[in-house]
Nanobody, 114 residues
Framework: QVQLVESGGGLVQPGGSLRLSCAAS????????VGWYRQAQGKQRELVAAIGSGGTTTYDDSVKGRFTISRDNAKNTVYLQMVSLKPEDTAVYYC????????WGQGTQVTVSS
């Protein structure tokens, strides 16, 4: 079972930036998929961005051009750089890791508000 530890969440004003990090206890270089989901209050959890086994990236349409997912295989860490944040980006962000089955981090709160 992999352990995932997220960090980097917080309160930011609209238009601001944050970088989320997810440190995994196992290798991320050969997993099927690793990435980020988010869940806003009262809504279902949704995919934000992910990296597949071949390095292909996927983004939700609502974050394209504003969010960038990346990974450092040497550190077993996945990042989500978020710029031009909007109030609708407010949610708990969860790291996601899929090798043979899905694993989730504990989540980190991102609040975009003036």
């Amino acid at each position: 079972q992999v352990q995932l530890v997220e960090s980097g969440g917080g309160l930011v004003q609209p238009g601001g930036s944050l970088r989320l990090s997810c440190a995994a206890s196992r290798s991320i270089s050969d997993v099927r998929r690793v990435g980020w989901y988010r869940q806003a209050q009262g809504k279902q959890r949704e995919l934000v961005a992910a990296i597949g086994s071949g390095g292909t990236t996927t983004y939700d349409d609502s974050v394209k051009g504003r969010f960038t997912i990346s990974r450092d295989n040497a550190k077993n860490t996945v990042y989500l750089q978020m710029v031009s944040l909007k109030p609708e980006d407010t949610a708990v962000y969860y790291c996601y890791y899929y090798r043979n089955f899905p694993s989730w981090g504990q989540g980190t709160q991102v609040t975009v508000s003036s």
